[in-house]
Nanobody, 126 residues
Framework: QLQLVESGGGLVQPGGSLRLSCAAS????????IGWFRQAPGKEREGVSCISMRTSINIATTYADSVKGRFTLSRDTAKKTVYLQMNSQKPEDTAIYYCARRFTACSPNQNDYDQWGQGTQVTVSS
């Protein structure tokens, strides 16, 4: 069964850290890129970062300027899991975070992704 499952969300204080996981199953992961998106209350969903799952390419692209230098994307191809490490978190990072897959390469356009996880809530508050 094709699945993307996010985990690791929760409540964190400003300045704190969380690591989100996106576990993939049911398809050949190396043919895809995995992107992270987020949707804050009352706002449109935005692209955060993306990484190719090709074994010969290990490059992550950050789309959201607001997270550059704070969020890091990595992967474990053996575990079929992508990790979003979020440091120095701010209240404006509060959102539901989703991972999604796109065939072959990354894209900042959410319409280019064909399979989505259910999302995980991240709340940054004191």
């Amino acid at each position: 069964q094709l699945q993307l499952v996010e985990s690791g969300g929760g409540l964190v204080q400003p300045g704190g850290s969380l690591r989100l996981s996106c576990a993939a199953s049911g398809f050949t992961l190396e043919n895809y890129a995995i992107g992270w998106f987020r949707q804050a209350p009352g706002k449109e969903r935005e692209g955060v970062s993306c990484i190719s799952m090709r074994t010969s390419i290990n490059i992550a692209t950050t789309y959201a300027d607001s997270v550059k230098g704070r969020f890091t994307l990595s992967r474990d191809t053996a575990k079929k899991t992508v990790y979003l490490q979020m440091n120095s978190q701010k209240p404006e990072d509060t959102a539901i975070y989703y991972c999604a897959r796109r065939f072959t390469a990354c894209s900042p356009n959410q319409n280019d992704y064909d399979q989505w996880g259910q999302g995980t809530q991240v709340t940054v508050s004191s």
